[in-house]
């Protein structure tokens, strides 16, 4: 079992990285293979031109959303970290979360987590927001006893927030037990699907 940690941090060791690094860790102890990803700091938003519908990836740019999605069939679980810039997710990582979520149907009944990390105030608006994102991709979203964000001006003061790390550590556990039950089960995926009911409330 592996598990992709993607670091939305313009700061590739920075406080982000210190969180997701904290999670990888506990994941293999139990047993479980995660590795770190960045992805940098030029990442093109979506200009939606809807040329990525039945393709499986972005048409319009061809960056570290399409390696993620190239890469999305080795992992069983995924986990996406940012820090809070004014309320809400870093520029980058919106873009990265923008893309790689439209572009298909990579993530459904895998195991997903989101993570914030921030100086001081707007980590709760920031989690739910990443939260969408993995909720409206049927992922199984990992159990934790408080919202992921955790925080500190930089890697050292995160040390400092011991709750917030704990967090992350049992957000782990939850990951790895999800995992686990998920493999023991060997249940088929759900097939049956109804066709899409959209509705527009402005004609």
Not at 48 to 57: E, L, N
Not at 84 to 110: N, P, Q, S, W
Not at 141 to 161: C, F, K, M, T
Request: proline share 4%; hydrophobic share 40%; charged share 20%.
């Amino acid at each position: 079992m592996q598990v992709l940690l993607v670091n939305g941090s313009p700061h590739e060791k920075g406080t982000t990285f210190t969180a997701l690094e904290e999670v990888r860790a506990r994941l293999q102890t139990q047993g479980i293979g995660a590795e770190i990803l960045w992805i940098g700091r030029s990442v093109p938003g979506c200009i939606a031109c809807g040329a990525c519908k039945g393709k499986g990836k972005c048409l319009a740019y061809d960056d570290i959303v399409n390696e993620v999605i190239a890469r999305a069939p080795e992992f069983d679980g995924f986990i996406f970290g940012s820090p809070v810039y004014y309320g809400g997710i870093a520029g980058d990582m919106k873009c990265f979360m923008d893309r790689l979520f439209y572009t298909g149907r990579h993530f459904e009944y895998k195991v997903g987590a989101a993570v914030c990390a921030l100086r001081r105030s707007g980590g709760v608006a920031t989690f739910q927001q990443m939260n969408s994102y993995l909720n409206l991709a049927r992922m199984l979203i990992a159990p934790s006893r408080y919202w992921l964000a955790v925080h500190g001006n930089n890697g050292e003061e995160l040390q400092e927030d011991k709750e917030g790390l704990q967090t992350l550590r049992e957000m782990a556990d939850g990951v790895a037990y999800l995992l686990k039950l998920k493999e023991r089960a060997g249940l088929p995926l759900p097939t049956a699907e109804e066709p899409r009911q959209g509705t527009n409330f402005i004609r």
